[in-house]
């Protein structure tokens, strides 16, 4: 053990991450080498042997750990990724309420308990037009408390063409089954008309359901049913309408020329009871699911024991509001990385892909026109012309290439493409250029 202790970099894993861990490591190979030796009788192998099977065992020690890598990959909100990076006022406010004490559920002036989730009410007021909102841990959890709330042992009427399945194993008529609800299925996959769900409304109806088609399109021969249409139906029979926006967006993605996405404010100014859309998608804050609506439905939710299941802490809600606050005042959206990201100019990501080509200084390695998509199965369609870089080398495959960009600090995932790996620039901060310049010659030399 002190002689793999000795070696450097067995050392330096030591220091990254305890000597505890690397001793266990060690152990393990060790134990493996004695069990197969009293087993088999094979001879212990030499030292070199040993330690070259440690250093194995400890590399993916580290890789396993949470860690952060540059995105090449050109889609912005990228889920197995980390989805929106958070804009640096959300990160301040996070570290100061998570680092210490605070009003989280505490009235300063009364001294007396007070409300979690009051303060970022009044923001999601501000910020979508609607009478009141709640969070709870995602929008899949934001769904199943709607439903279950309202939904138990009532029908719930979908259309056809929005029976969404997400990434995740979100399955929309798996969730329904799970609160209790009845499916009551409208429409054709291609066209559903409004009298279709007048047709299904019962004594037993509870609400009408729209989602957000967010990682496919119906396309051709289609008919749908405008939300404002489904809304005044809702109303005027006395059941409840609900979008399940998924995306979220406060803002139109249309200023970044990107298609009309449909808003949180839109949805509510439709007249839909209650929206539910993600935190950490299109509002580029962090992880969490956001109900917003009517306030005697919102009141209902908050009453529900399961909300207590669902609840987020403290760094969530700090990061949530300090995000929203960005909304308030147009100038500061662009602090949030997923619209900085957005911004960039073609000529800018140019220049700074030519940049980086020129810093890498080898034959074989040129800028070129890629594809950037937003992502995150909130606009799937999306995309955003871009630049980036790619390169190959000889005797080395594309993707073994892109292995080993991956496995060593600053672990640049890109892409592949034919022959070459592709690092579209959009999705990493300028500031981190020379990082991508210096991990390229370094997997190319
Ligand atoms: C992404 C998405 C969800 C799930 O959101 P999470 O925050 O990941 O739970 C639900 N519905 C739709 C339409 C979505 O796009």
Not at 44 to 54: G, I, M
Not at 114 to 126: D, E, I, K, N, Q
Not at 143 to 166: A, H, M, P, W, Y
Not at 418 to 433: H, S
């Amino acid at each position: 053990m002190s002689r793999f202790l000795e070696e450097p970099d067995v050392a330096g894993y030591a220091a990254l991450f305890g000597t505890t861990v690397v001793k266990a490591t060690v152990d393990a190979v060790l134990a493996d080498v004695r069990a197969r030796t009293a087993r088999d009788g094979v001879p212990v192998p030499p030292f070199e042997d040993l330690l070259a099977r440690a250093r194995r065992r400890l590399a993916r020690v580290e890789l396993d750990d949470l860690t952060s890598v540059l995105n090449g990959t050109g889609i912005l909100l990228h889920t197995n990724l980390g989805r929106a990076p958070l804009a640096p006022r959300a990160l301040e406010a996070m570290a100061t309420i998570a680092g210490g004490y605070s009003n989280l559920e505490f009235d300063i002036e009364t001294g007396t308990r007070g409300s979690r989730y009051g303060r970022v009410a009044t923001l999601l007021r501000a910020t979508t037009g609607a009478e009141d909102g709640l969070v709870v841990n995602n929008c899949a959890a934001a769904v199943l408390l709607v439903l279950d709330t309202f939904g138990k042992q009532r029908e719930v009427v979908v259309s056809r063409n929005q029976l969404i399945e997400i990434g995740g194993g979100f399955r929309l008529p798996d969730v329904l089954a799970r609160s209790g609800a009845t499916l009551v299925e409208v429409g054709a996959t291609n066209k559903v008309y409004l009298a279709d769900f007048e047709r299904a409304l019962t004594a037993n109806t509870a609400l009408v359901l729209r989602s957000h088609t967010s990682n496919y399109r119906i396309e051709g021969f289609t008919a749908d049913v405008a939300a404002a249409d489904l809304a005044t139906l809702a109303r005027r029979v006395g059941v409840l309408s609900v979008e399940d926006l998924g995306g979220g967006a406060l803002v139109g993605l249309e200023a970044y020329g990107l298609p009309h996405e449909r808003t949180v404010r839109e949805a509510v100014a439709d007249g839909i009871d209650l929206v539910a859309f993600s935190g950490d998608k299109l509002l580029g804050g962090p992880q969490c699911g956001i109900v917003v609506g009517r306030a005697a439905a919102i009141a209902r939710l908050r009453a529900n024991p399961l909300l207590r299941a669902l609840r987020v802490d403290k760094a969530t809600l700090a990061a949530l509001a300090a995000t929203l606050r960005l909304y308030l005042d147009p100038r500061d959206v662009e602090t949030i990385p997923f619209y900085e990201m957005l911004a960039w100019s073609r000529g800018d990501l140019l220049v700074r892909a030519i940049d980086v080509v020129a810093a890498i200084d080898l034959p074989g390695v040129r800028h070129v026109e890629t594809i950037a998509y937003a992502g995150g199965g909130s606009a799937p369609l999306a995309t955003l012309p871009s630049y980036g870089l790619a390169f190959r080398r000889d005797g080395v495959s594309p993707n073994e290439l892109a292995a080993r960009l991956r496995v060593r600090p600053p672990r640049l995932v890109g892409r592949v493409e034919g022959d070459d790996v592709l690092v579209d620039l959009r999705t990493i901060p300028a500031a981190r250029d020379a990082d991508v310049a210096d991990a390229v010659r370094t997997v190319l030399t």
